[in-house]
């Protein structure tokens, strides 16, 4: 049955086995696209995870089934095995990581799967290279260098945001970088034209390898702590190409099909972010932002006032419209349910409560809508900041919570502020502030936080969880 063959009108021939792998294909990418689509909102996010994961796993299956070689061979049942080993290896690998994983450790982790995606791509590159049959060289060499660099500069991405690395910056490097891009290209230019005769080939091949990786550590070495949101986010997209290119090699449609899907949804994250972080791709690439270079301007700051919890409370309670602005610091401190009970309590007592979303608030894009979602804070009190900004001055209370860089008012009035021009929540046009936040320390662009010795700014000291828990328990007994 499966040897079936159809002939078409150009003298083409296929077998069933053909025909049902591509369909699969098809079928496979449809997933991906679906998959993504859902994913663009909290409520069916899972859902989108489940049925672009249905459509990899269909494309695995009939490719081990159905799959031949340029000589008609389908794959070897050792080979079978052996591939299907190695997958469940790793897939039992995978979900025991991402089960440990704690929600701030999310862009370390988005960053060694990167690393990962980018080594499978970049070796199936490196061997298809040294293959004399492979008529698609340029394609090749090109998989292996992305995916090369993808995987050594992810690694290096990995290891500083988990602290394993520090910022190595040198005004030396940027020419150092240049010069490896440039002899890149010349290499595989080179490798290209020589030819599979050529005897050296092999040699230079795994030069370029080497350059490759090398340039990916050096490439992500230098960047600031503050833009590795931004960096990981490029080397997810480099992961996609590479997928990609290897597709090509292979002229497989759904490896294909799914790497530009990456490729191109990394683009745009990455595009977001820098517009969202008001900052040029090239700027984050070539500029130091955050790491505390940056002094403090002169100016009388003001002194800082504090609240305490009953004040607090009463202040919340007996309000018309609480904004909670929620920061890194919430996720840190894992607050997001007792947020919620807050917002409960005081929605019960006829508080108007929404939630200001800022765009880069966290430590990835998203991450206080998913913390949010996760403590089941209805999606429609999640207001982003273009929407929530022309209320601000209606609003009694502004809460921030564990927010700072997002809530500076440099990046609206001091040119001198490495965040000048990123957009912010405008807290300070509320009628109350609040901060919850455990002392003075700085945020992730390193930098001080005038906002925090207004005039109308009360300080409520402490960890998010432990000051939302003290203030429930004393709004429950008002
Ligand atoms: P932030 O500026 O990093 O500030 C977080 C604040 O939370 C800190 O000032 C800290 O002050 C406080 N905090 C930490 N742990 C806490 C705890 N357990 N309880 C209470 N408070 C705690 O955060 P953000 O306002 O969300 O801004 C995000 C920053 O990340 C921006 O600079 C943004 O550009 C950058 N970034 C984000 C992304 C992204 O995709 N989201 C990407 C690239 C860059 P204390 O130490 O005094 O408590």
């Known amino acids: 049955m499966m040897n079936e063959i159809f002939s078409m009108a150009d003298g083409r021939t296929f077998s069933t086995g053909d025909v049902i792998l591509e369909y699969s294909y098809l079928l496979a990418a449809i997933l991906f696209v679906v998959g993504l689509k859902l994913q663009s909102h909290p409520n069916t996010a899972r859902r989108g995870n489940f ?21 008609g061979n389908f794959i070897k049942l050792f080979n079978g095995i052996i591939i299907v080993g190695v997958i469940l290896v790793g897939s039992v690998i995978g979900f025991l990581i991402a089960r440990k994983v704690k929600m701030t450790a999310m862009p370390q982790l988005v960053s060694f799967f990167n690393a990962t995606g980018g080594a499978a791509s970049g070796l199936v590159a ?32 990995y290891g500083k945001l988990d602290g394993k690395v520090g910022d190595i910056f040198s005004p030396v490097m940027k020419y150092v970088n240049i010069f490896l891009l440039l002899t890149i290209t010349v290499l595989v230019i080179f490798i290209f034209y020589a030819g599979t005769s050529y005897q050296n080939r092999n040699v230079f091949i795994l030069v370029l390898l080497g350059i490759s990786l090398l340039y990916g550590v050096l490439f ?28 090509f090699i292979y002229n497989n449609q759904a490896m294909i099909l799914g790497g530009i899907l990456v490729g191109a949804a990394g683009t745009i994250l990455t595009v977001l972010m820098c517009k969202a972080m008001n900052r040029s791709l ?9 790491g505390g270079g940056y002094g403090v301007s002169e100016k009388d700051i003001g002194t800082i006032k504090e609240i305490s919890v009953s004040d607090a409370s009463v202040l919340l309670s007996y309000t018309k419209k609480v904004v ?23 929605t019960e007592k006829g508080v108007e409560v929404k939630y200001a979303i800022h765009p880069v608030a966290g430590r990835m894009p ?6 949010l979602a996760e403590a089941d804070v209805p999606y429609e009190k999640l207001i982003e900041m273009d929407n929530i900004n022309p209320e601000m001055p209606t609003v009694d209370v502004a809460l921030i919570i564990g927010a700072n860089d997002v809530v500076n008012p440099s990046a609206l009035n001091d040119k001198s502020s490495p965040i000048y021009g990123m957009p912010i929540i405008n807290a300070h046009e509320a009628k109350n502030i609040i901060v919850m936040k455990r002392g003075m320390g700085k945020g992730y662009a390193a930098i001080e936080n005038y906002l925090f010795y207004d005039d109308k700014t009360k300080m409520l000291f402490g960890n998010a969880k432990d ?11 008002l």
């Open 51 to 71: 049925w672009a994961g249905a459509g990899m796993l269909l494309a695995i299956i009939t490719t081990l089934f159905f799959h031949k070689d340029n000589d």
């Open 126 to 157: 490196l061997m298809e290279s040294y293959n004399l049959q492979n008529r698609a060289i340029l394609v090749t060499l090109l998989g292996m260098v992305i995916g090369s660099l993808t995987f050594s500069g992810s690694m290096i991405a």
């Open 220 to 247: 992500v070495m230098p960047i600031g702590g503050a833009d590795m949101p931004v960096v990981i986010s490029l080397l997810n997209s480099f992961s996609g190409i590479a997928a990609a290119l290897a597709g």
């Open 282 to 290: 090239l700027n984050v690439i070539v500029g130091a932002f955050g």
């Open 324 to 346: 909670i602005i929620p920061g890194y610091g919430l996720a840190v401190a894992q607050a997001q349910h007792i947020c919620s009970e807050l917002d409960n309590l005081l």
């Open 366 to 371: 998203g991450h206080m809508n998913v913390l």
């Open 467 to 477: 000051s939302l828990q003290k203030l429930v328990t004393e709004i429950k007994n």
